[in-house]
T-cell receptor, first 114, second 110 residues
């Protein structure tokens, strides 16, 4: 399966600031996804990052708060904007393909907001 | 609203026993089914997937699918302490619309 590199692995940020998380894949992939996993919880899909078009956001997530870029088939970024303590979470990038294929995850970014 | 349900656990089994993890899903249109293992502080790792009714075996792991009952399970034979983790069930339709369950925490006792 693809090797997925996510940066940074962790960060501690101040309230009101923004952080951009990068996801790099070692091969071209059709679909890239961003998830949030709050402590002790399962994964919640934030958005699907589409190459060459706007990301598709899930209910409860908006572009102003979580802008996403997908400039090519191997790279995507997620920005967490105007952060508050409620944004403290693990953010995960995953990749997949159309059809019945599984998704594979990067190592995640552990984000803490003070 | 598509839902995937799992017992949250913790499920405790002695070393060497069979661990049985269960998952039910609400969407009859689901086509593919996945089990991920997540160690504390780590990201989910795919361990099994199944598309057709019946059993699929891979080493100590067996996935079982019953689409009529909307039920998928994971059996871990000869459980080891290293199997202690949270196991996430995920279901998908053809559109990569993954839905994850809440996960079952498994503890294998030496």
């Amino acid at each position: 399966s693809a090797v997925i590199s996510q940066k940074p692995s962790r960060d501690i940020c101040q309230r009101g600031t923004s952080l951009t998380i990068q996801c790099q894949v070692d091969s071209q992939v059709t679909m890239m996804f961003w998830y949030r996993q709050q402590p002790g919880q399962s994964l919640t899909l934030i958005a699907t990052a589409n190459q060459g078009s706007e990301a598709t956001y899930e209910s409860g997530f908006v572009i102003d708060k979580f802008p996403i870029s997908r400039p090519n088939l191997t790279f995507s970024t997620l920005t967490v904007s105007n952060m508050s303590p409620e944004d403290s979470s693990i953010y995960l990038c995953s990749v997949g393909d159309r059809g019945l294929q599984p998704q594979h995850f990067g190592d995640g970014t552990r984000l803490s907001i003070l | 609203q598509k839902e995937v349900e799992q017992n949250s656990g913790p499920l405790s089994v002695p070393e060497g026993a069979i661990a049985s993890l269960n998952c039910t899903y609400s969407d009859r249109g689901s086509q593919s089914f996945f089990w991920y293992r997540q160690y504390s502080g780590k990201s989910p790792e795919l361990i099994m997937f199944i598309y057709s009714n019946g059993d699929k075996e891979d080493g100590r792991f067996t996935a079982q699918l019953n689409k009529a009952s909307q039920y998928v399970s994971l059996l871990i034979r000869d459980s080891q302490p290293s199997d202690s983790a949270t196991y996430l069930c995920a279901v998908n339709d053809y559109g990569q619309n993954f839905v994850f369950g809440p996960g079952t925490r498994l503890s294998v006792l030496p």
